[in-house]
């Protein structure tokens, strides 16, 4: 048996400490990353991944660690990436308020990560799907992927996700700055977080508005429930939803849909990931050859016609191989 072989053993099992070094390793580019990858998907797409996103301040990382709680009470295997675009890599550590989910990290059927994207071109979809397919083949019978920051995050989860929850509490404007971002669009089901304040019965009523113009003839409109991650309330009809959401793409057919195109959205972004690394390990040796960099430098020539001049030169010797 080979190091990697007893290396994938160990994640499949479950051991802990393989998995959290699996995920290092693919996420610091170890030239481990693709074989250890390309070994464990066949022991992969079981696990069922539902997004998490929304506002900030609504509750999110609370709502996850009672999820995280319920399922395990359901006797599942529980995965978590919390995802920070925001923020450089930390190690593992957990972020901000999400020190909350420790409680949990002695619970041998939970694996927690946080992560963040460092900037990664395709942001979360692309860095996250790597640590997902871990969580998957290390045995977790659900994946929670909750996202932190605002922006092009919340809209990236979808194509993670097999179901995408949008959680938002009573607070001014909420539903509206939701929407003017996209994030309503991309809603499998609504959670009206932190119900027990004053104001949750507008934003579910706000939310109903809405859904009745923009989902008016969709075959699923995604239901809203309201929750307080505080009292504990709600999370077990959260769960419900999910599920709920889950017959209705498989009788529809549209699992299997969704996820082929997943599979060929990774293709793409994996050849791209490796092209462009080819191209930069490239123009890195060809530039010391090439005089306009100097005449930019000295500002005898403008960056535009020099870069082109440095884009037609790489492209020329790509293409006499």
């Avoid at 959670?191 to 003839?217: F, H, Q, W, Y």
Wanted: charged residues 25%; aromatic residues 4%; glycine residues 8%.
């Amino acid at each position: 048996m080979t190091e990697l072989q007893a290396f994938v053993r160990q994640i499949l099992s479950g051991h802990k400490r393989s998995v959290a070094r699996a995920i290092s390793l693919v996420e610091n580019e170890d030239p481990i990353k693709l074989p250890l990858l390309e070994a464990l998907y066949p022991h992969t797409g079981t696990a069922y991944v539902l997004g998490i996103t929304g506002s900030p301040g609504a509750g999110k990382s609370s709502l996850v660690d009672r999820l995280i709680q319920y399922l395990r009470g359901q006797g599942k295997q529980v995965g978590v990436l919390a995802v920070d675009p925001t923020s450089p890599y930390t190690g593992g550590a957990l972020l901000g308020d999400r020190v909350r989910m420790v409680r949990h990290a002695t619970d041998t059927g939970v694996y927690i990560r946080s992560m963040g994207t460092r900037g990664n071109l395709g942001g979360l979809s692309r860095s996250s799907r790597e640590v997902i397919r871990i969580l998957d083949a290390c045995g977790c019978d659900v994946i929670l992927v909750e996202t932190v920051g605002v922006g092009q995050s919340e809209l990236d989860v979808m194509h993670v996700a097999d179901s995408v929850c949008v959680v938002l509490h009573p607070g001014a404007g909420d539903v509206v700055q939701a929407f003017k971002a996209g994030i309503m669009e991309i809603a499998d089901l609504f959670v009206v977080n932190k119900s027990d304040l004053p104001g949750a019965e507008n934003v579910v009523a706000e939310i109903e508005e809405m859904l009745d113009v923009s989902r008016k003839e969709a075959a699923w409109r995604p239901p809203v429930v309201k929750a307080s991650s505080k009292e504990d309330r709600g999370i077990g009809e959260i769960w419900e939803a999910a599920e709920e959401h889950v017959r209705y793409l498989q009788e529809s057919r549209l699992w299997d849909e969704r996820r082929s195109q997943k599979a060929a959205e990774e293709v793409v972004e994996i050849a791209r990931e490796l092209i462009l690394r080819d191209i930069s390990a490239r123009l890195e040796q060809l530039v010391p050859e090439l005089s306009c960099i100097e005449e930019v430098r000295t500002r005898q020539r403008d960056p535009y016609s020099a870069a082109r001049q440095v884009a037609e030169q790489l492209l020329g010797r790509l293409e006499l191989g």
